[in-house]
Structure formats: structure tokens, C-alpha cells
């Protein structure tokens, strides 16, 4: 039964490095970028949210949507100021970029709301679901059945809507999708836009776990772990990486000693990065001359 | 303007290219050896800080600068390097030994992390480097009996021979000694085929293999060599701070030496010193800024890495070759007036080069 518990929050975790994750890869498979400030922007998503639902008093499902129309706003924002001046440069310049970005968006947070944690009022706070003796918080389901419901739509926009498409086209061949007329520096922005709504998704999911306040975008960095180890730039691996991070630093925080919980993530990348490091669902491929 | 007439081959790999640089390089040093006359304490101490930064911006200028490897974990470099001398020291080692075997320890610590990094590039890379500084940092918390965990280790006073090295104006000395023979150590590093290698493999990896540069080789070396630095500035840093504790050693310093090397200007010397003066003068700048700014700014949480941040980012778009790169334009600008033209130092933009197919 402990088993079955143990696997269970594992998988309630591990959605939601699964989710930012999600948010990074498709970042990377559309511009080749690496957004280091994909916790930070899940940070803001739930600031903004807790604005409008404890602040201004919306009600939560429209609180919800106003957070993910304002934080796409954000991410074209963020996309046409600071990522559109670094196409063309090396991949490490923009990892710095956004890692800088990360440390300001955590300084604004915290000039705005204040460096205390909030909570938000949400409607699946509180009550437990209990089946067989293993229990379940309203909170951690809402967090599954997000994920479920957001990977369906994802999947959908991908593969039968005009933009979905043209988000393939340019991230399968930039130069290409150029010369067939799809308007890829747009693409971009909307591809930033996107994943900042998946981050203030995520952010709202997991407000009533974690506490909202500056320093909670840090999970990014373990979100990052689990892309990685799902082979970077393939969406169903950065949800299958984030699942066995969340499972495995479980299981590790239950039966190994203190300190363990907290590297499992790590060490788990590290061993992958040395086994397989294209990850388990690869996208890289060795040029054949 | 100077015109250098190269007659030999030898030419190209000198250390000082023309009388000037002797000149310019001697009045350097000479004000730096009378500094302790006319400098407080106070600056004394922040100028050896400045010189710390500078060895482990040396450390890192190799890797990144110049072998184009990106470490995102060189803080626990600094870590291991400070905890293996601090326990050299107290047990017994003398001051330079103590400095030589942290120095080394770390440098195959370093080696360690470079020899899976032949498989690894860019974003991989770094990333394994960061999981490394996690794990390190929670081996730090955790390994209570070498090093103290939470509760911090207090590092004894540097002496040698019985002369006592931690008042501020020998301590000076020391760090200004250390840093010159490392900058040594490292310009002559660059000009012998290993640096050269180094280069090559920035470059182009490609290009690099055919030419029969080991890539594996070249990038554990480097690995080692930037690791070994770094060790070395941990040593010195473990005297500097008195008192070791985990916290000192996270993410964040990572990120400030990484800001170092890249608004100093990547692929110089040059740009390590100027890095490390702005890193050292930055956080007494935003202290005076604290004081004129009005209290609900000044006092706001996490100000001070947000201004790290956003230096990075204004550095990138619209400095990316740092202060050294600003410094060789106005230079160029008075060297060539009034003929300087704009485009002299322009951009090149280019495509995308994916990295997805190797």
C-alpha cells in the first residue's frame, strides 16, 4: 500500500515537472533556445493569478483564463524584446539571457508582491480523496487531470490546427518553413506565448501545494532535469521524464537517507546523460556521411 | 597607430607584442605593488577579493572563453577547493602544500566531470555541470565530519615559516603573487599546442578532429586545467571568508562567475580582470545605490541578483565581446581618427546552426 501511496504523489509531482518541462522543450524544438526562465515564468503565472482571484476578487475559472491570456501576453513580450535580438547567436548566449531574465523576473516578483508566501483560494483545496487506503488530495488530482486535459489539447493544436503545424514546420527546418511562406519569427512569439500559458497553468495547479512566492521557479531547474532525461525536444518524453523524476525522488525520499530526496533528480540525470545521452525518446541523430 | 613588423615566426606567439605592453604592464604591476601604501584596509581587502575572483575567472576563461565548453557548476569547483585546503590546513600541511593539493584534488574532480562531457555539447553540458554543483553542494550539507555541514567550518589564519599571512596587506601580496603566476601560467598555456588545441576545438570540432586533436583528451585537459584554477581561488577564498558554509557555495556564485566571464568579455585575459573588477565593485555599488534609492525599491528581496540579471541581459544584446571588446573599439576609435568606422566591429548575423544534427 505505502508502494502504491508512494508512486501515487510521484506521479501527482511529476506532473508538474513534467508541465514546465513541456514548457521547455517546446521552446527548444521550435527556436533551438533553451528558456532557463521557464520556473520563473510558472512563478509569475501563479503571482498574476493570485492577483486577480485573492486581490481583485474574480471568480477562480475566470481568474484562470485572465492568467493565461496575460502571461501569453508576457511570453510575446518577453520573446520580441529580449530572445528575437539573440537569433543567430550561440546557444550559450541565450542560456545566459534567460537565466539573467530568471533573476529579474524574481526581483520584480518580489518588488510587487512581496517576498512572503501567499496562497491562493482554489476550489480543489482542502478535501482528500481516500480508495483502498490511499489517499489523495483534491489539489494533487486537479494536478493530474490538468496535465491529462492540457497534453490532449496540446496534441490536438499539433496536429489539426493551421498554427499547430507551423509551429512543426519551423521547428523541423527554420529555413525551410521560411521559403514556404510560414511567417516564422511570428511563429516564435506565439511559441513563447504558448509556453508561458502552460507555465501559468502549471503555476495555478500547483499554487495550492506549494506556496506562492519568489523563490518557487527553482523547481524549473529540476523540471530542466526531467526534460533531459525524456531526450530534450520531444514532448512525450519531457512528460515521461517528469514522471520518473517525480516517482523516483519519492520512492528515494522514503527509502534512502536524508539528503537523497533532494539529488535523486540529479543523479538520475547524470547517470542518464553518461548511459543514453539523447535521452529516452532521442531526437538527435548522428549526421551519416 | 603601431605598425608590428614580424620578422620571425616567433613573432606571433610572443607574450608581449611590442615595447608599449612591457611598459604599460610594468607601471601596472608597480602601482599594484605600492598599492598597501596608500589603499585602507578596507580596500586592500576588497582588491585581494578582486584578485580571488580574477584566479577563478581564469579557471573558468579557460573552459569557456576559450575551449567552448559552458560549466553552470563551477561554484562547487570553488567549494571543494576551499573545504580540501581548509582541512589541509588544519591538518597540518603547510600554506603553499595545503594550496597545491586542494589545487589538485579539484582539478581531477574537474577531470572526472570532463570525461563524459565527449559525448555532451552545449545545453547537455551545462546542465550536467549544474547536477554536479547540486550534488556536490548536498555532499557538502550532509558529509558533517570533513565538513562541518550546516554549521560551517572556520578556517584557520594563513601563515608559512611562521610568518602570519592574513593581515590584510599580506594577505594582499599573496593573492597579487598567486594571480600574476596564474595569469602566467595560463598565457603560456595558450600559446603551447594544448591551448592551441583548446582553440581549435572552439572553433570547430570538426574542423579540430581532422586536423588529429584528440577531442576527448583536449576536453578532460581543459576540464582539469579550469577545475585546478578554480581550486586554487577556493583555497585562497576559504582564507578570504574565515568561515565555510554550504550556502556560500550555490547556484548563484555559479551564475556571477559564469556573469564574470562574460561581461569581461569572452576569449581574453583581458576580460577575466575586467570582470573581476566589475564583479567586486558591483555589490558596493548597488550598496550606494541602496541608499539613494527610495526605501520601497531599496529594500526590495532578491534586488541584488536581479540587477545581476539584468546586467547579463543588457550585456548580451548590446555588449556580447564584454568590456574588453568596449575597450578594443574605443581604442581603435582614437587609433584611427578620424577614419574610425562604424562597421569596423559590426555583427554577424547568421542562420541558425541546429544542433540537432551532428
Request: net charge positive; with cysteine.
Amino acid at each position: 500500500m505505502e508502494v502504491l501511496q508512494l508512486l501515487v504523489s510521484g506521479i501527482s509531482q511529476g506532473c508538474v515537472y513534467g508541465l514546465i518541462a513541456l514548457g521547455f522543450v517546446l521552446i527548444y524544438k521550435a527556436t533551438e533556445m533553451v528558456n532557463f526562465a521557464q520556473g520563473d515564468l510558472m512563478m509569475m503565472g501563479a503571482f498574476i493569478a493570485y492577483s486577480y482571484v485573492n486581490l481583485m476578487g474574480m471568480p477562480f475559472l475566470v481568474g484562470f483564463l485572465g492568467t493565461i491570456v496575460s502571461m501569453a501576453v508576457v511570453g510575446a513580450l518577453l520573446e520580441r524584446v529580449i530572445v528575437r535580438p539573440m537569433i543567430g547567436e550561440p546557444p550559450f548566449a541565450v542560456l545566459m539571457i534567460t537565466i539573467g531574465l530568471g533573476f529579474v523576473l524574481r526581483a520584480i516578483a518580489g518588488a510587487v508582491w512581496g517576498a512572503e508566501p501567499k496562497t491562493i483560494s482554489s476550489p480543489f483545496a482542502g478535501d482528500v480523496l481516500r480508495f483502498n487506503g490511499v489517499t489523495l488530495g483534491y489539489e494533487n488530482l486537479a494536478i493530474i487531470a490538468g496535465t491529462i486535459l492540457l497534453c490532449l489539447a496540446l496534441f490536438g493544436f499539433f496536429q489539426f490546427t493551421r498554427l499547430g503545424l507551423a509551429m512543426q514546420a519551423a521547428s523541423q527546418n527554420q529555413l525551410a518553413a521560411y521559403y514556404c511562406g510560414i511567417p516564422v519569427k511570428r511563429i516564435y512569439a506565439f511559441v513563447w506565448a504558448l509556453s508561458a500559458a502552460i507555465a501559468a497553468t502549471t503555476g495555478i495547479l500547483v499554487a495550492p501545494i506549494t506556496l506562492i512566492d519568489p523563490m518557487m521557479g527553482f523547481v524549473g531547474v529540476k523540471a530542466f532535469a526531467a526534460a533531459i532525461v525524456g531526450g530534450f525536444g520531444s514532448l512525450q518524453g519531457a512528460m515521461a521524464g517528469g514522471l520518473l523524476i517525480g516517482i523516483v525522488e519519492q520512492f528515494a525520499g522514503r527509502y534512502l537517507p536524508t539528503g537523497f530526496a533532494d539529488t535523486s533528480a540529479y543523479a538520475l540525470l547524470l547517470l542518464m546523460l553518461l548511459v543514453r545521452p539523447e535521452g529516452l525518446f532521442a531526437t538527435i541523430q548522428r549526421k551519416k556521411v | 597607430m603601431r605598425f608590428i613588423f614580424k620578422t620571425r615566426y616567433h613573432d606571433d606567439v610572443r607574450l608581449f607584442r611590442h615595447s608599449g605592453q612591457w611598459f604599460w604592464y610594468s607601471v601596472l604591476i608597480g602601482s599594484l605593488l605600492l598599492a598597501p601604501v596608500m589603499a585602507s584596509d578596507f580596500y586592500l581587502g576588497e582588491l585581494a577579493l578582486v584578485f580571488i575572483w580574477a584566479i577563478a575567472g581564469i579557471g573558468l576563461m579557460l573552459l569557456v572563453g576559450y575551449t567552448g565548453l559552458v560549466s553552470l557548476g563551477h561554484a562547487a569547483f570553488l567549494a571543494i577547493g576551499a573545504y580540501a585546503h581548509t582541512w589541509f590546513i588544519t591538518h597540518g600541511w603547510p600554506l603553499p602544500l595545503a594550496l597545491l593539493k586542494a589545487s589538485l584534488i579539484t582539478a581531477m574532480f574537474g577531470a572526472l566531470i570532463g570525461l563524459p562531457t565527449m559525448r555532451m555539447t552545449g545545453i547537455y553540458l551545462a546542465i550536467a555541470t549544474l547536477a554536479f554543483a547540486v550534488i556536490i553542494e548536498q555532499v557538502i550539507v550532509h558529509w558533517v565530519t570533513v565538513t562541518g555541514g550546516f554549521r560551517g567550518l572556520v578556517v584557520p589564519r594563513a601563515e608559512f615559516l611562521g610568518l602570519d599571512l592574513g593581515g590584510s596587506m599580506a594577505f594582499y601580496y599573496l593573492c597579487l603573487g598567486i594571480l600574476i603566476g596564474c595569469l602566467l601560467m595560463a598565457l603560456n598555456l595558450l600559446r603551447s599546442p594544448t591551448g592551441r588545441a583548446m582553440t581549435a576545438v572552439r572553433d570547430s570540432e570538426i574542423s579540430a578532429q581532422s586536423m588529429g586533436i584528440q577531442l576527448a583528451r583536449t576536453k578532460t585537459v581543459a576540464f582539469a586545467i579550469s577545475a585546478g584554477f578554480t581550486g586554487l581561488a577556493g583555497g585562497l577564498l576559504a582564507h578570504k571568508l574565515g568561515y565555510l558554509a554550504p550556502d556560500a557555495f550555490s547556484l548563484l556564485l555559479s551564475i556571477q562567475l559564469l556573469l564574470m566571464v562574460v561581461v569581461g568579455g569572452l576569449g581574453s585575459m583581458h576580460g577575466v580582470i575586467f570582470g573581476a573588477i566589475f564583479l567586486g565593485l558591483l555589490p558596493q555599488g548597488i550598496a550606494m545605490m541602496r541608499d539613494v534609492l527610495p526605501p520601497a525599491i531599496a529594500q526590495v528581496p532578491g534586488l541584488e541578483p536581479g540587477i545581476f540579471g539584468a546586467i547579463l541581459i543588457l550585456f548580451l544584446i548590446f555588449e556580447p565581446l564584454g568590456i574588453h571588446g568596449r575597450w578594443l573599439k574605443i581604442r581603435r576609435y582614437f587609433e584611427m581618427f578620424p577614419l574610425y568606422r562604424k562597421a569596423t566591429y559590426k555583427r554577424q548575423k547568421q542562420f541558425l546552426r541546429t544542433e540537432r544534427m551532428r
